[in-house]
């Protein structure tokens, strides 16, 4: 059974940074694309980052710059380091999974079959 699970969420205030990460268990890494998604009150499912087994990389315009996404799957974890963060970036991350290496990667939800439960990440200004 496939679990994602995201942690090192927390309060920072505006310009700080975080580490997120996402220990992703029984999950096969042949084909697969990862990626990082946020979703805030009221708001729509947002993708930020992702990352394919070509290890080819894309990221959301609205974070470009200023976030990374990696993979070490030696230790079957993701991680997106955020710098600069904003108030508008305060939202719930979730990390997830597809069992397919889209080309070019993809930021649509729906084609996502694994879910994390989400980190909070508060940016206070």
């Known amino acids: 059974q496939v679990s994602l699970v995201e942690s090192g969420g927390g309060s920072v205030q505006a310009g700080g940074s975080l580490r997120l990460s996402c220990v992703v268990s029984g999950f096969t890494f042949s084909h697969y694309t990862l990626a990082w998604f946020r979703q805030g009150p009221g708001k729509e499912r947002e993708g930020i980052a992702c990352?394919?087994?070509?290890?080819?990389?894309r990221y959301g315009d609205s974070v470009t710059g200023r976030f990374t996404i990696s993979l070490d799957i030696a230790k079957n974890t993701l991680y997106l380091e955020m710098k600069s963060l904003q108030a508008g970036d305060s939202s719930m991350y979730y990390c997830?999974?597809?069992?397919?290496?889209?080309?070019?990667?993809?930021?649509?939800?729906?084609?996502?079959?694994?879910w994390g439960q989400g980190t909070q990440v508060t940016v206070s200004s």
């Open positions: 997830a999974a597809s069992e397919r290496s889209w080309a070019p990667p993809n930021l649509s939800s729906t084609l996502y079959d694994y």
């Open positions: 990352i394919n087994s070509a290890r080819i990389i």
